[in-house]
């Protein structure tokens, strides 16, 4: 089907930086949107930003002005540009994605996929 596949994550120090990348593969029609989401121990997962296939972005009022979103629709690839890192940052993040997997004569199911979650943790 298909398989969302993370990289970028680790222990930076507050003020720091990291840049999170998602690829998106397997039978892919279209990607309607994609973005991030994350989740610390004994909280509920959050939306960080999302980004549909127009360009327009929606982020977090946490994350304003520090973390952009980008996309490589060639490379079915998102990344999470992620600066002025502070402790609360801290936590797991997960990709997301719509995707229009492809049919038999086209376009197929529309379905959201995850991926397996990086972890980001900022030291103060």
């Known amino acids: 089907q298909v398989q969302l596949v993370e990289s970028g994550g680790g222990l930076v120090q507050a003020g720091g930086s990291l840049r999170l990348s998602c690829a998106a593969s397997g039978s892919i029609f279209s990607i309607n949107a994609m973005g991030w989401y994350r989740q610390a121990p004994g909280k509920e997962r959050e939306l960080v930003v999302r980004?549909?296939?127009?360009?327009?972005?929606n982020y977090a009022d946490s994350v304003k002005g520090r973390f952009t979103i980008s996309r490589d629709n060639a490379k079915n690839t998102v990344y999470l540009q992620m600066n002025s890192l502070k402790p609360e940052d801290t936590a797991v993040y997960y990709c997301n994605a719509d995707i229009s997997t492809s049919g038999t004569t086209g376009r197929g199911l529309r379905l959201d996929y995850w991926g397996q979650g990086t972890q980001v943790t900022v030291s103060s």
């Open positions: 980004i549909t296939n127009g360009g327009r972005s």
